[in-house]
């Protein structure tokens, strides 16, 4: 890693966290927050630009009415690399690390960070429960289940977020199942193979808290079990995250779309149809969040991509994020809410300032973040 670098991070961070007024929301407790992950790897110029924009809600709707960080970027120090784990983790933390699969498989993407998330920060420190802090992610994706906490002494996972997919789904109807006496040798087998996954809890902390098994409950009374009713993929994510907000009453909740990677089977319109379902998918959860009472006016909405993407047109599959080119680098962040004067902020910020300007909204310490917290969200 860049010593120089990154002692220079260190040394904003401290100097932005000192003495920093906080955002005007409704009420006197801490405001809620969403923070919709981009995922998937996007670019600039199918996402913010007007002329060339695959996101129309986003672009025409949502950018003027928040604070848009055009010039934001993933530095590029060593270690650091453009994907969707590591992104994700940058986000969380407000830190860059070089992340290494914690069983050390070959091309794993099972990462634990050394330093508390913001979900752990504001479980212990504001005393929230499983599901009120809360990660949406996509059923294709099973490794972001575990992007939800640390490896740190004070932490870790006694202090996860609550996490929604169609993988934690199938893990509470497969218990639900064996627990009843009525599952199939199969059905063991399935349940055993999702339980090696999550390897950190043993089998009386592995199930979820009480509000999650009945959310579960509800869904599966009304989706069925077939399969083939509810939304998959980036919309399942959508249905899921409405649902949470409608029942669960999350105050962080961060949804983790995806789809647009489907781009690396080499279609274009791969990438450009799973920008359009994000899309839709923000448009859904900003209207929610405005017309539900609990959520207006005493929200923040983040929108940041876990990564940037190029277009080599060298390689069989032209677009890419894993070589570290410069546009795999530059991503954008959007900030709707009360007390966020709308405008465009032209000076280069980092993926790693989120983190502490969550937690600085949130009034959460995270001495071990290395980002700045940006200032002009509230100023």
Known sequence: MNVDRRQL?????????????LPSFA?????????????GGVRRRETILPETTFAPFLQRQLIPRGLLYRDMVIEQLDGVE???????????????????????????????????TLFEAARKQLGLAEHEVLVVNNENRVQDEFLTFSSHPDHGVAYRAGSLSRWRYRHHRLAAQVARGDASRAQHRDLE?????????????RRQGTELRAFWDQWLAYWGDSGLVEPRGDRGQTELALWALQTLRPRLM??????????HWGLAHHYHRGISVMDEGLRAITAHLDRDPYYRDDTLLIVVPDCGRDDNRFLPVPFQHHFGDRSAHEIFALFVGPGVTPGVVDRRVQ??????????VLGLALPDAEGSALTEVWS
Request: aromatic letters at 10%; a negative charge.
């Open 193 to 205: 193979k999702l339980q090696s996954q999550d390897y950190r809890l043993d089998d009386a902390t």
């Open 9 to 21: 991070l260190r040394g904003l961070a401290a100097g932005a966290l000192g003495g920093l007024p």
């Open 82 to 116: 453009t994907s969707h784990a590591q992104g994700t983790l940058y986000l969380l933390t407000g830190r860059y690390d070089a992340y290494h699969d914690v069983e050390d498989r070959w091309f794993g993407d099972r990462f634990e960070p050394t330093i508390p």
């Open 351 to 360: 993926q790693a300032d989120i983190a502490p300007t969550v937690a600085s």
């Open 27 to 39: 009420h006197s407790a801490a405001p809620k927050v969403v923070i919709v992950r981009f995922g």
């Open 254 to 263: 961060m949804i983790n779309y995806s789809d647009c990677d489907y781009v």
